[in-house]
């Protein structure tokens, strides 16, 4: 589904931020990544994406490569983005915002879409008309993933799912999360919520300062005690909790 080879990106000015990334995403599987800060992981999707350079190495997305590819093709090809912050349009209503999100999807497939992402969120349901500003942070975030629904990927990124929210919401946004992949969806998953994220993905990758320091499959993270302190600099070496 998504192969980065020899990825090296960043900023202008000669600001790198990721260098020498190799990674496979498989059809159906979900990928995270994870990291302290400053690690690249954002740099990385946004990359993906098309919002941040390309400085060397290919990003090819089922079977082609995405060099030089325009953000908005990407998108027709089944790429989504939930990003850092949502980005959502405070001033438009839920729905609008949904329209928004579905804007390359011919018109008279976009409420059936719109249904669906309110059956995955029914609480969004409720507020199809408010204002998205007026929404709390969990119900933004429903609204943000929502909104890349809309776009019917192949494959979502999100960026930071979890960050501010309590953990009930977390836990309903997993559970749709769970839901889309079990109806096919592959999915990239960037989180600083380590224990959620290495229970619910596949495999998963750890980046810092822009290099990957370990990758494997999820299980074996979460079954080795010493994984936190040793990677990600959380806790201590016995594992348990800080
Ligand atoms: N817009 C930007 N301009 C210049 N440098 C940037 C920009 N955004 C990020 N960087 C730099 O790129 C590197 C990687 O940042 P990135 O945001 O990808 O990390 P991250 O792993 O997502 O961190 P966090 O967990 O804090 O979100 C950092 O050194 C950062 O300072
Ligand atoms: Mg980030």
């Known amino acids: 589904m998504l192969e980065l080879t ?13 260098q020498d990334l190799d990674l496979t995403v498989g059809e159906g599987e979900t ?28 990003i090819r997305f089922r079977g082609d490569s995405l060099l030089g590819v325009p953000v908005e093709q990407r998108v027709r090809r089944g790429l989504a ?14 729905v609008e915002n949904l329209q928004v999100g579905g804007y390359t ?3 008279g497939r976009q409420s059936a879409l719109q249904e669906r992402v309110f059956e995955y ?42 960050l ?8 309903m ?16 998953l960037v989180e600083q919520n380590t224990d959620r994220v290495l229970k619910f993905a596949d495999r998963v990758c750890v980046l810092e300062s822009g290099r990957v320091t370990w990758a494997g499959i999820a299980q074996a993270a979460r079954n080795d005690p010493t994984f936190s302190s040793r990677y990600l600099g959380i806790g201590d070496p016995a594992g348990s909790e800080p």
């Open 105 to 107: 999807i011919p018109v």
């Open 31 to 58: 990928f995270a990544l994870i990291g302290p800060n400053g690690a690249g992981k954002s740099s990385t999707i946004m990359a993906i994406a098309g919002h941040v350079s390309v400085m060397a190495g290919d």
């Open 6 to 18: 020899g990825l090296r990106c960043g900023y202008a000015g000669d600001i790198i931020a990721v």
């Open 121 to 162: 969120f029914p609480r969004l349901a409720q507020r199809r008309t408010q204002s998205a500003g007026s929404l709390s942070g969990g119900e933004q975030q429903m609204l943000a993933i929502g909104r890349a629904i809309m776009a019917e990927p192949r494959l979502l990124m999100i960026d930071e799912l979890s």
């Open 164 to 171: 501010g929210l309590m953990p009930k919401v977390v836990d």
């Open 173 to 188: 946004c997993y559970s749709a999360l769970a839901q889309l992949r079990t109806e096919g969806l592959t999915l990239l």
């Open 81 to 94: 983005l939930v990003p850092e912050g949502r980005r959502l349009f405070p001033d438009l209503t839920v």
